[in-house]
């Protein structure tokens, strides 16, 4: 699904930079996928995109 359509960006382009990448907020996001460059409607969705992202991730335990 499009998060971002001025810049066409989906969820899948979020969430793959967010695993890829390591990001934890917009400001990171952006250096990588232009998201919310333009209106900044998309802003408040790629937050929650990325929070999901982290939560579905398993936490690394450490021995």
Request: with cysteine; proline share 3%.
């Amino acid at each position: 699904m499009y998060v971002c359509l001025c810049n066409a960006i989906s969820d899948k382009a979020i969430r793959n930079a967010v695993r890829q990448n390591k990001v934890h907020s917009i400001g990171e996001l952006r250096k990588i996928i232009p998201v919310g460059t333009e209106c900044g409607k998309c802003i408040r969705h790629a937050k929650a995109v990325i929070a999901e992202e982290h939560m579905s991730v398993p936490v690394d335990r450490v021995a």
